[in-house]
């Protein structure tokens, strides 16, 4: 009777727990996770900057004396407040990237949280 029960319980937890679980990867498809912790130079925010941002400001092409190519550049721009500004679309700023669509929201908040990080180059 115990073992019916205990039986029982298992199962049902394990139901649960596949509903809880295919209801998580619905959620995916509306709103998805954006892990903001930690980012990293080269694997989070080099790769935001070079599909958005390098066939104006990197690879040799510098367009309007910014040039963001590389860590030591990036982290210049990163430090005087540009980088944040012209991505948030602040006052002030002139919004990027240029003539295209902003960012989403979370490649913005991760460049964010690199910068509240200290900008690491890691
Ligand atoms: C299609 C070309 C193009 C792309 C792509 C582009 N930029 Fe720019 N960027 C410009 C031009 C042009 C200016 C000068 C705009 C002005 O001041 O009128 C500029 C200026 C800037 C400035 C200085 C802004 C200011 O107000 O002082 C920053 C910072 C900047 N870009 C960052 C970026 C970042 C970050 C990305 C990618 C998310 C990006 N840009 C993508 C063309 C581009």
Redesign the pocket.
Known sequence: MVRKLLHTGIIATAIIWISACSKDSEDELTTSPCNTDNMKYSTDILPI?QT??Y???GNGIV??G?D?DGYTKLRI?ADNG??T???SHAA???P?????PK?SDCDINKIKSWIQNGAPDN
């Open positions: 900057i958005n941002c066939s104006c400001h367009t309007n910014i963001l721009q540009n980088l500004g012209a991505i002030g700023y002139t990027m990237p240029y003539n295209a960012l």
